[in-house]
């Protein structure tokens, strides 16, 4: 009888020793994570409610410039939109020149002329698509005037690089109408040239786009 009445007591007791310790320690964790939430400031968020990556150069933060804007009429939207495909447009160029330059050298060191058959057409595209990427750039850009150093660069390299690229394509088609060591001289120092300029040109782009310290190792 007396241990009939001894069991609930002990059961009672047992309940609150295991109990008492879990309830504390979520309390604790509860306690610890509201100090770690004050002691941490949350990050303000722009009001367009995109929140620029570490790192990211501040131009690239497209989100919060375009929550502050108002509605643009159609023609300032078409300018703005098509100088966002400038991004997207100058890797047809870049890639066609380098490798049109790639076979070229690989003929003449490998001694197979049959490489560049296809720089040829690989050439003309490269020419082409030069020419609608600095476009684009233009409309992405705006007129000069008020450019930094960087984006003057980029901006007249870049142009230089389609006036290249159409006087490569001439004279390719030019030596191979008419063969001859001069005219294959002088598509060889155009080409060379050309491909050169791409890739400084892709490296200031890299500059702009992510900051001037993307490519530290």
Do not use: C
Not at 47 to 59: F, I, L, S
Not at 123 to 145: K, T, Y
């Amino acid at each position: 009888m007396a241990m009939r009445k001894f069991l609930p007591g002990l059961a009672l007791a047992l309940t609150l020793s295991v109990s008492a310790p879990a309830y504390a320690h979520e309390a604790h964790e509860k306690a610890a994570a509201a100090r770690a939430q004050v002691a941490t400031p949350t990050a303000a968020v722009p009001e367009g409610g995109v929140m620029a990556m570490p790192g990211m150069a501040q131009d690239m933060d497209h989100g919060a410039m375009m929550a502050d804007e108002a509605p643009k009429p159609m023609p300032q939207r078409l300018y703005r939109w098509l100088g966002a495909m400038h991004p997207a447009a100058v890797h047809f160029p870049i890639a066609l020149f380098l490798v049109a330059a790639l076979l070229e050298v690989a003929a003449l060191t490998l001694r197979r002329p049959v490489l560049t058959q296809g720089t040829r057409v690989i050439i003309a595209l490269a020419a082409i698509s030069a020419l609608a990427a600095v476009a684009l750039g233009w409309f992405a850009m705006g007129l000069p005037g008020k450019d930094d150093a960087t984006h003057a660069y980029h901006r007249w390299l870049g142009t230089s690089i389609a006036a290249l690229g159409l006087l490569s394509w001439w004279a390719k088609e030019h030596w191979v109408r008419r063969p001859g060591r001069g005219r294959e001289l002088i598509y060889v120092g155009l080409l060379t040239l050309t491909a050169v300029a791409v890739m400084v040109n892709g490296l200031l782009g890299g500059m702009l786009t992510h900051g001037v310290r993307h490519l530290m190792f």
